[in-house]
């Protein structure tokens, strides 16, 4: 298992009327989380794009809301890869507000494409390389 977290505050333009992060907007912290997680392991979905033609679409996301996050609240984002990639990616993620208390889970799954072919592949070595170690048992 491998997780990564990552923090990011709650912005104005982010809310509804009632001050609270807006539905909707919850997948772009999902993203931030993917992101943030490649980062730590040495990678970015931009040089996976460009130097490696792999593109990773999302093809589902099933979310589950349970407090709201409210704004200018800081937000941790927790984002777990529970088992290793195979043609599939599958990111768990958890929001927590201040208080640790949790707001908000998902789970994202995508899939690898190669950008040449529009094909799936399976994950890329260079992913799974820096994965194993996570994965391996002890």
């Not at 990564?4 to 709650?10: G, S």
Request: hydrophobic letters at 35%; a neutral charge.
């Amino acid at each position: 298992m491998y997780t990564n977290e990552f923090q990011k505050r709650v912005r104005y333009g982010e809310t509804d009327q009632m001050g609270y992060l807006y539905y909707g907007n919850y997948p772009q912290y999902y993203e931030i989380g993917r992101v943030e997680m490649l980062r730590s392991l040495g990678l970015t979905y931009k040089a996976m794009e460009e130097e490696e033609g792999i593109l990773m679409p999302v093809v589902s996301m099933q979310i589950r809301y349970v407090r709201p996050a409210h704004y200018d609240e800081l937000i941790n984002i927790r984002t777990t890869l529970r088992q290793m990639p195979g043609r599939y990616i599958t990111f768990h993620m958890e929001l927590f507000n201040e208080a640790g208390k949790l707001l908000n889970g998902a789970s994202v799954k995508l899939c690898f494409v190669d950008r040449s072919t529009g094909k799936t592949i399976p994950a890329p070595a260079l992913l799974t390389d820096k994965l194993r170690p996570y994965f391996e048992a002890a």
